[in-house]
């Protein structure tokens, strides 16, 4: 039977790949990095439904799985059981954040599950940041949207996944924050530093790096 959870497949740049599920009225987007010794898969969405095209498209990929959790919320994680054994890599904060709002955000947005829904916790966390020099893949502290926000670059193919540290449409590019506006501010002037060509998110579409500056200046706007 076709599945209607069925992604639209962005291929970014030869390893970089986003699968995009519309939802109501709403996207998220799961996004693969096809490394050299282990394929990544930042964010597993809204439980085995959303994984399993992913899982099915990395069979071609023979190398062993690396998960990352970019940050704690339920359309971020809610597909962890899918993966069993794989290293899960999330900031310290966010193993804590699932294990302690797990309950409540199942209560609140049940209604957006697909398929099975386990708790299955980040095992690998970290504080400041992670590289894997075999894959050229640097994961590192970056919080805004949430205090335990992640983000990844693929220094190989210069690809920022920023997580929710962009709204979720280019009219909303504020997105919602846990923490001080000032913090937010440092996190989007240290993405200003990187090598940039693409930046993928949980919601936006695939932008290039001047959002940075829109940013900034959206929120110099707001008062912020
Ligand atoms: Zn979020």
Redesign the pocket.
């Known amino acids: 039977m076709e599945n209607e959870w069925n992604p639209k497949i962005i291929k970014i740049k030869n390893r970089n790949v986003v699968f995009q599920y519309q939802i109501t009225d709403w996207n998220l987007n799961l996004h693969v990095i096809l490394g050299n010794k282990y394929n990544y898969v930042i964010d597993t969405g809204l439980g085995s439904l959303c994984a399993e095209p992913v899982l099915n498209f990395l069979k071609e990929y023979p190398n062993p799985i690396r998960v990352v959790n970019t940050?704690y919320?339920w359309?971020?994680i809610w597909g962890n059981g899918s993966f069993g054994d794989c290293s899960i890599l999330s900031h310290t904060l966010c193993r804590y954040l699932q294990t302690v709002k797990w309950d409540s955000m199942i209560e609140k947005n049940r209604q957006f599950q697909k398929g099975d829904v386990q708790l299955n916790l980040p095992n690998l966390t970290f504080d400041g940041e992670l590289y894997f020099p075999d894959d050229k893949i640097r994961i590192f502290h970056t919080p805004g949207?949430?205090a335990d926000s992640i983000s990844v670059l693929d220094e190989e193919e210069h690809v920022l996944n920023m997580?929710?540290n962009i709204g979720d449409s280019m009219e909303e590019i504020i997105p919602?924050m846990e923490v001080e506006n000032d913090t937010f501010r440092n996190t989007i002037r240290s993405y200003m530093a990187l090598n940039v060509d693409a930046c993928v998110s949980?919601h936006n579409t695939i932008v290039g790096k001047e959002v940075f500056q829109t940013i900034l200046n959206e929120l110099d706007l707001n008062g912020k």
Do not use: P
């Open positions: 940050h919320h359309d971020h949207h949430t997580s929710d919602s949980g």
